[in-house]
């Protein structure tokens, strides 16, 4: 089957635009992840769902971030606004529930210019 | 708060040569441990992990890690390395909290490079 696939793979926006970045998790994963990956920052974790309810925002860096998962599937990681400190690659991950393996799709590289 | 601490960045050996990628975790509950690893403008996958039993796991393509409870260690080893080992290694932890939120907490990742 298809693995967690993310979109789009490249985005370039300008100093204040809002963007957005989407993620489709492996079918009948009921466990969504949404990392960051900055070369200051390390690998960092944002938000996690299980199905459409988000019990761990903890990691959101503003509120200009947010996030949400319809259907217990595809989410969608809004970025209002958008700073140059904001410029990463985005990673979004799966897993069934319990401790399943995560695993990860290829990232958004956002840049903002 | 969990911590993970890659103690080098960077870890340069030649092909066929053991290598060994260092790994410390800080934790006031117990953890699971992981190593991933992400080849270059790849995504993450997924080396090893330890959850329970046998403190010694190994990968299907020959690296092993070992947990070490009173070194609060998770050691990454391969005996013999081939070019195609060159990738970002990350080792990460997750806790044990009982519910079904499984973050990990990653460290800085150590860049192995082996050369010919």
């Known amino acids: 089957g298809a693995g967690v696939s993310q979109s789009p793979s490249n985005k370039v926006t300008e100093k204040g635009k809002d963007v957005e970045l989407r993620c489709d998790p492996i079918?009948?994963?009921?466990?969504l992840y949404w990392y960051r990956q900055s070369l200051g920052q390390g690998l960092e974790f944002l938000i996690y769902?299980?199905?459409?309810?988000?019990?761990?925002k903890s990691g959101l860096p503003s509120d200009r971030f947010s996030a949400e998962r319809t259907g217990g599937s595809v989410s969608t990681l809004t970025i209002q606004r958008t700073q140059q400190e904001d410029s990463a690659v985005y990673l979004c991950?799966?897993?069934?529930?319990?401790?399943?393996?995560?695993?990860f799709g290829p990232g958004t590289r956002l840049t903002v210019t | 708060a969990q911590s993970v601490t890659q103690l080098d960045s960077q870890v340069p050996v030649f092909e066929e040569a053991p290598v060994e990628l260092r790994c410390n975790y800080s934790?006031?509950?117990?953890?699971?441990l992981f190593w991933y690893v992400q080849y270059p403008n790849q995504g993450l996958q997924l080396l090893l992990k330890?959850?329970?039993?046998?403190?010694l796991v190994e990968s299907i393509n020959g690296f092993e890690a070992e947990f070490n409870k009173s070194q609060t260690s998770f050691h990454l080893r391969k005996p013999s390395v081939h070019i195609s080992d060159t990738a970002e290694y990350f080792c990460?932890?997750?806790?044990?909290?009982?519910?079904?939120?499984?973050?990990?907490?990653f460290g800085k990742g150590t860049l192995l490079t082996v050369n010919p």
């Open positions: 769902f299980q199905g459409n309810s988000a019990p761990d």
């Open positions: 990460a932890v997750s806790v044990m909290s009982g519910g079904s939120n499984y973050k990990l907490t």
């Open positions: 079918s009948g994963h009921t466990a």
């Open positions: 991950a799966s897993s069934r529930i319990g401790l399943g393996e995560q695993y």
């Open positions: 934790s006031s509950v117990s953890v699971y």
């Open positions: 330890y959850l329970s039993g046998s403190t």
